[in-house]
C-alpha cells in the first residue's frame, strides 16, 4: 500500500506561482511512474502531468504546457509540480497519483488533495 500526501495549496492572485508538493510511502518509489490530477467544481476530473520513474520522460496537458513543471526527487519519495502564470481556470483540488508498474491499471493509488484557487 502506497500513502500519498499532497501540500503546497492555497490562493493566489492570476499569474502567480504555486508549488505542490506529494511526499509518498513506497519504499519503492523510484520505480513508479507518478502524475498529477485536478478536478474543478462541477467537472470530472482530468490530467495535468506524469513523469516516469526515471525523471526523464515528462508529459503535460496541453492547457498547462509551458507553465507548468513536473519533477521527481526520488531520494526523498517526493514529486513536485511547480505551478507558474497561474489563470482563473487553474482553480481545482489537485491530485498525485502513483503508477504502479506490477499493475495492468493505472495509477493505483491517489492523494487526498489540496486545494487550488485562482484569483482574477
Known amino acids: 500500500q502506497v500513502q500519498l500526501v499532497e501540500s503546497g495549496g492555497g490562493l493566489v492572485q492570476a499569474g502567480g506561482s504555486l508549488r505542490l508538493s506529494c511526499a509518498a510511502s513506497?519504499?519503492?518509489?523510484?520505480?513508479?511512474?507518478m502524475g498529477w490530477f485536478r478536478q474543478a467544481p462541477g467537472k470530472e476530473r482530468e490530467f495535468v502531468a506524469r513523469i516516469m520513474w526515471s525523471g526523464g520522460n515528462r508529459y503535460y496537458a496541453d492547457s498547462v504546457k509551458g507553465r507548468f513543471t513536473i519533477s521527481r526527487d526520488n531520494a526523498k519519495n517526493r514529486v513536485y509540480l511547480q505551478m507558474n502564470s497561474l489563470k482563473p481556470e487553474d482553480t481545482a483540488v489537485y491530485y498525485c497519483?502513483?503508477?504502479?508498474?506490477?499493475?495492468?491499471?493505472?495509477?493505483?493509488?491517489w492523494g487526498q488533495g489540496t486545494q487550488v484557487t485562482v484569483s482574477s
Open positions: 497519483a502513483a503508477d504502479d508498474p506490477g499493475t495492468a491499471t493505472m495509477y493505483d493509488y
Open positions: 513506497a519504499r519503492t518509489f523510484s520505480s513508479y511512474a
